[in-house]
């Protein structure tokens, strides 16, 4: 993982911080008993808590409960009641369900309802069995512990192939903080705010609009910039809660601290966000897109984002082929106004750097040096359009005959 | 094919109307010495021109090549020099080499260059040979045929695995006219003007202005209504000559008249639509989404390719798999403020129909009779949004392992 100055990477995900204990167990939504499915995080004191949803207009039914609850405690959590499996959307009951699991969870902790965080992922347009969840509610909190987030991590897994956690620790005011999270991938994943379901936790004290103000600002650059496969989720969400244990003066001001705060958060999702591509489905390859020379960020996320969502740019990615012409189509369709047929484009890996196309047009090069650097499994497209000093990040993946696979028959 | 009262279909394809010969070789471009690469159209008269053209920034060369053509002589060619393999895109000396292909046309046929359409679809990024076309152009010209119309479909072909022609014949003020086409796929296809290489012919006596109005409204509901895998290729043209040899009053009205013409230009194209869409790279299948119960036009259009654009309902068809939550989520993130989350949705095939969600809830259905369904080659996909009373269809095919194979090292 990118060092940055001041931040140590830790273990511990979703428990790093002081005071969150998680657990996850199988419940039986998932018939592979070795396969949690049922994920819990509590915070040991109430947290400021902030979140960003899917734009998607098929909401799932925990999301439209979740909003519910934040709106009602005016951004306050305690905790955190996920499933697997099941997504708890295009249901005639969803909403009911949901908030019967954020009923379960509280009667469970001794706290209101509208404290709970409720989230779901899986199949679309199942009812979700709500027994299996009530029956094991009491063993689910009586496991909680400060080092569970492997547990609960596991619980949110769906066609994952790898857990994803990232924490790290810094300092606030001379006090050391910690922030981390866990979170999940990996289909159905296109940028259009959160693209996934990501919970991060943290004992800084900062209060609930600048959780938010900076959550929405480094989603924009990290799971915004993320695509697997062009699909908008019905249910992703990214949860950030805050829960002060830490120690420090509680954040309130747009100052150095609420940088600092902001630098950490970006470190984890950012971390998340390439942990997310490189597992996409069926994916054998990161691709990262960097748009340099752009005249603005949003224009160069735009132009970032189209090669690394191109279906043809993806296949070319699988097969190791240094096809100048599927970028330069990309960067052609994306919807801007910016110049694009000045371009250089470059392929880049820990096997060397290749430019392939110069102002706009097409160069030969050397064919088995493009192959070698396009061989390894973290490719950097890189394109300098030459028409600014901004430069942007966008992260994706190859398209495989395993992402056609896992997807041919989701449901089973 | 889909019969309209009015209209029969007739063999002949850009051949079929009267006055138009065609011819096509193979010069070498292409190392399968039987597979063309060269084709030419010519009118025996001058023909009013009209064309829709990609939107993607990155343009072929031969397209802006085509476009100074079209303005400088108002409208007007006599000839379409097409080539397969090479793109002739994102090459320095692309447009001189594009002008090249229309002088050497020009200079066989005794005509000028300007009246002269170029066109070229292949590999982007790579130097156009001139010398192939250069040596073959008199044998191209001397092979003219009124029945050649297979050879030159042959030479616009590139991982087609089946050519692409449709026409048929209608009365115009009791005049028999005809009109005829012929197009090429199957991958770098996505609506957005045009979205392949087409090229219709017709005897019909019509004014410039009214095939490019026509043109324009069609293309809408049919070229920019289909999708093969999202990316909007540098090279799309949808070209229509006319050159009145039908003998009927020159259409100059929007009145019966054009609306006949119009009606046979629909019939054409979106014959080609749905042949394209089936023969899309590595499609096994065509899936055709049918949006009802939409408010307007625009909106049922931006849904339904929504739909058959999203790669996990492409992936869903492949493997048969009537997962209603797919269709949900692809009619979410449409771009549109219309509500969907009151649809019921449907497949239909040659096996049957099953109601799959209603009114937006996922149902419990016969999932053996939904497999036999979604096992047929053609699968339409039916969604009433219950919004209104407008119907708004799109073609797509299913996302395949041979799609990746086929684009993972598509230049060799």
Known sequence: MEKFEGYTYVDGGVCAAKGFQANGLNC??????????????VSDVMCNTAAVYTTNKVKGAPIVVTQKHLEATGGKAKAVIVNSKNANTCNADGEEKAE??????AKQLGI?????????????????PIEPIESHMEELAKGLSYDGNAKA??????????PKEVAVTFEVDGITCTLGGMAKGSGMIHPNMATTLNFVTTD??????LIQKALTEVAKITYNCLSV??????NDMVCVMANGLAGNAEITKENKDYETFKQALYIVMMNMTRMLAK???????????????????DTGIIIAKSVICSPLVKCAMYGADANCGRIMCAMGYAKTDCCV?????YYISAAGKILVCENGNGLSFDEDLAKKILMEDEIEIYVDLHQGDVKATAWGCDLTYDYVKINGDYRS
Request: charged share 20%; aromatic share 0%.
């Open 229 to 234: 496969d062009g699909d908008t989720s019905t």
């Open 204 to 209: 800084v004290a900062i209060s609930t609009d």
């Open 279 to 297: 597992d996409g489905e069926g994916a054998t390859k990161l691709i990262t897109c960097v748009c340099a020379g752009a005249p603005d960020l």
């Open 112 to 128: 209101l309802a509208d404290e709970v965080v409720v989230a779901s992922t899986g199949v679309i347009g199942q009812t979700l």
């Open 153 to 162: 991590t596991n619980a949110i897994m769906t066609t994952d192939t790898v």
């Open 100 to 105: 019967r699991m954020a009923e379960l969870t």
């Open 28 to 41: 039986g939504l998932n018939s592979d008993k070795n396969k949690n499915d049922l994920g819990l995080v």
């Open 341 to 345: 047929t000045k371009a250089d484009v």
